[in-house]
């Protein structure tokens, strides 16, 4: 039988503080090998043909960490884009980062800005990277630019419904995630993307980040596959089999 797919896989990569300690390695280490799980977890998702993929990577209350480790993940994330942007490039992986570009290094800024021009071609897969964001940001930014909006008489504000917000938003283009995966055990959304996984499926393994591997991504999507997706509907309604395709869905996104 033909397993059913997301078509977006939202992840929060938890544990890699707790995988170091665990090892009695510093915080950085694991840091560093939450990153190879990054890469081999990208590499396993676009080989089985899922079209979306993002991935929390730096949270804007993860500014209160300490200087220290906010400084290494900030060198890290700028390592890493430039060193591994030609192998996302070949593997015709699209990259697309959300979040608060404002208050970020302006070499990050030109890294990144310069990594989305590159790839903005392909169309393998698109992995979105959330850097400095926060799901409450994202929707206070949406509000200001229809306030403006409505301010300049481009928009009526009777006009503004659930659409139009998923437009201002900055995942505009995508569709809303459909699995969302947080390694670690903790249930928590930690402010990602709040309005954007209203009907996401949702995934708690208990292994650290940087122990998550392609067997581990097979139970999610086998997770997934069981799910009966209802969106507000009863069971009878939808056939009773169990399908992902919503009837209802509140962003489908551009792409
Ligand atoms: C997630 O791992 C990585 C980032 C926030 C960048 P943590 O660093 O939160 O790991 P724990 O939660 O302390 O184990
Ligand atoms: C959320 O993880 C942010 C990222 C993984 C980037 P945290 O580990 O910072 O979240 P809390 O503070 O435990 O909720
Ligand atoms: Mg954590």
């Given at each position: 039988m033909?397993?059913?797919?997301p078509r977006h896989i939202?992840?929060?990569?938890?544990?890699?503080?707790?995988?170091?300690?665990?090892?009695?390695?510093?915080?950085?280490l694991g840091h560093e090998a939450g990153l190879e799980t990054l890469k081999n977890t990208i590499e396993a998702v676009a080989k089985r043909g899922i079209p979306h993929l993002t991935v929390?990577?730096?949270?804007?209350?993860?500014w209160l960490r300490p200087?220290?480790?906010?400084?290494?993940?900030?060198?890290?994330?700028?390592?890493?884009?430039?060193?591994?942007?030609?192998?996302?490039?070949?593997?015709?992986?699209?990259?697309?980062?959300?979040?608060?570009r404002a208050?970020?290094?302006a070499d990050l800024i030109e890294s990144m800005e310069e990594a989305e021009r590159l790839t903005e071609q392909n169309h393998k897969m698109t992995l979105i990277v959330a850097f400095n964001y926060s799901g409450r940001w994202d929707l206070v930014q949406a509000c200001q630019s229809l306030a403006e909006k409505v301010a300049e008489n481009k928009l009526a504000s009777s006009d503004i419904n659930e659409t139009l917000?998923?437009?201002?938003?900055?995942?505009?283009?995508f569709p809303d995630p459909d699995l969302f995966i947080r390694t670690s055990g903790e249930q928590r959304l930690s402010n990602f993307l709040l309005w954007q996984l209203s009907y996401a499926e949702l995934y708690f393994p208990e292994k650290y980040w940087p122990e998550f591997d392609e067997e581990e991504l097979e139970k999610a999507l086998d997770f997934y596959a069981t799910r009966e997706r209802r969106f507000g509907q009863?069971?009878?309604?939808?056939?009773?089999?169990?399908?992902?395709?919503?009837?209802?869905q509140a962003s489908e996104g551009t792409e």
């Open positions: 033909v397993k059913i797919l939202a992840i929060i990569m938890d544990g890699n503080g707790r995988w170091s300690k665990n090892q009695s390695k510093p915080r950085h929390f990577a730096f949270g804007v209350e993860n200087d220290e480790e906010v400084n290494y993940l900030m060198g890290l994330f700028l390592r890493a884009l430039n060193r591994d942007i030609e192998r996302l490039h070949e593997n015709e992986i699209r990259l697309r980062f959300i979040g608060n208050g970020l290094q917000i998923s437009q201002h938003l900055s995942t505009a283009a009863i069971s009878e309604q939808i056939g009773g089999i169990l399908s992902s395709e919503p009837r209802v």
